[in-house]
């Protein structure tokens, strides 16, 4: 188990600092092999191809984080809470995501084709999609059990499956060179995520947790809040690529894709840390508000001081990342510096946006979402129509500022008033005692 507190004073201990190296393996190794993928896709399809393609992993992810209704969520809390339940929880969450997809397909796919504007294959976003909000999915609750029992190695290799099968299916048909390469690259994709996802389940059965299916343990209320959680995380990365799609070319999208997948990327060391504390962030949230609030303040400067290196490493290696990507993505080297904030701002707002969650606050937690989602789709708009990928870029620095602030702002605010509620309670002594 992580713990940020073995000893008095001390911020990390050794255990965390094992804890999120794995993660961050888990999450390092998964990035590399995206980043891999994303080049040869970037540099094999062009620009223009490229951009289809990306349009349809945005819609297709953020349509995944809907799918189960925030069931594998529920799922994972209750199970780093208490593990004796874990294989009626993990066949809940499954079996939430099983009968959630098919409709959820369905919009994303209709989506898709709507924000593409001109002819495109229905076979690419249908593959995507499914890939997606299915396969990849269940892989990802496959994980999630794994987290929630601290077995960060474990959860690491899994975390592999998918980029590793992706990886593979885009070498070959790179070597292959089809004429038709956007329509193999899909196929490619759908089978590729396939694999990796029965790799997941087997693994997961054996190492972990049989699955019972049923609705066993589900929370609706805890879970659409979850979702709410994980949609406006995929919206900071994925929004600004389906607004300009809808007012820009698929060049654009393209240069734009690349930028956000690399600031994801640098984004996975903070990310690491929070995943590698999670199970003891539940734990915690079991105490109170209070409780959890002190637990992210010992996270907190550490995301801080690594987003603020990110943000310097990425400006000086911009230049370097266009001649990696070739020509195409020229827009990169300016783009880029700005961009670089976003790993920074993204971590205070997941830390005080999860703080809620693991503090048992549904409702409060449900409520700020749906705000920070609609501020995040608003701003996009308004500056995307205007400004093109300059709008883009600033659409996702503001809102991501916004969403930290507000939550932020209401955790102090909730903190402040249970310690005063807390000292008016110490500092007046019962009446029967009063005169003793």
């Keep these: 188990m992580a713990d940020v507190s073995a000893a008095p004073g001390s911020r990390v201990s050794r255990r965390t600092v094992t804890d ?10 998964p ?11 970037a540099r094999g399809l062009g620009a223009e191809q490229f951009g289809q393609l990306m349009l349809c992993v945005a819609v297709a992810t953020v ?102 099968a992706r990886l593979a299916s885009a070498a070959i048909v790179l070597l292959m060179s089809p004429d038709d390469a956007l329509g193999t690259f899909a196929t490619a994709y759908l089978v590729s995520t396939f694999v990796a996802m029965v790799a997941c389940i087997l693994y997961t059965v054996v190492n972990a ?81 209070s409780a959890t ?26 230049p370097m990342l266009v001649r990696l990507f070739g020509e195409e993505y020229a827009e990169l080297g300016r783009i880029l510096p700005l961009m670089g904030a976003l790993p920074l701002l993204r971590s205070i707002a997941d830390i005080g946006a999860e703080l809620f969650i693991a503090s048992d606050r549904v409702s409060l937690s449900t409520i700020v979402h749906i705000v920070s989602t609609a501020l995040r789709i608003s701003i996009g708009i308004m500056l995307i129509r205007s400004d093109g990928i300059d709008g883009a870029v600033g659409a996702a620095l503001l809102s991501t500022t916004l969403a930290a602030i507000i939550f932020w702002t209401i955790a102090v605010v909730m903190h402040r008033k249970g310690a005063a509620g807390r000292q008016g309670t110490t500092a007046q002594p019962p009446d029967d005692q009063s005169h003793i």
């Design 63 to 164: 349509a995944g984080c809907v799918v189960g209704i925030g069931g594998d969520g529920v799922a994972f809390k209750a199970i780093a809470r208490t593990q004796e339940a874990a294989n009626s929880l993990f066949g809940m969450a499954l079996t939430m995501i099983l009968i959630t997809a098919v409709p959820v397909a369905i919009c994303a796919v209709l989506l898709a084709v709507w924000l593409q504007r001109f002819d495109i294959p229905l076979w690419l976003p249908v593959a995507i999609v499914v890939s997606e909000v299915l396969f990849n999915r269940i892989a990802s609750a496959c994980q999630k059990v794994f987290i929630a029992f601290s077995q960060q190695l474990k959860a690491a290799l899994v975390g592999m499956f998918v980029p590793l």
């Design 293 to 318: 609030y002190r637990f992210m303040l010992r996270i907190l400067p550490i995301s801080v001081a690594y987003g603020i290196f990110a943000w310097g490493a990425i400006a000086v290696i911009s």
């Design 209 to 289: 947790a049989r699955p019972k299916f049923g609705f066993s343990g589900m929370k609706l209320g805890e879970g659409v809040s979850f979702a709410l959680l994980w949609v406006n995380a995929s919206l900071q990365v994925e929004a600004d690529k389906m607004i300009l799609s809808y007012f820009a070319t698929p060049a654009a999208v393209g240069v734009y894709s690349l930028a956000s997948r690399l600031m994801d990327g640098a984004f996975n060391p903070p990310r690491a840390l929070r995943i590698s504390l999670q199970a003891r962030m539940m734990r915690e949230g079991a105490k109170g508000h």
């Design 20 to 29: 999120t190296a794995w993660a961050m393996f888990g999450l390092g190794g």
């Design 31 to 41: 990035t590399l092999l995206q980043l891999l993928y994303v080049i040869a896709a």
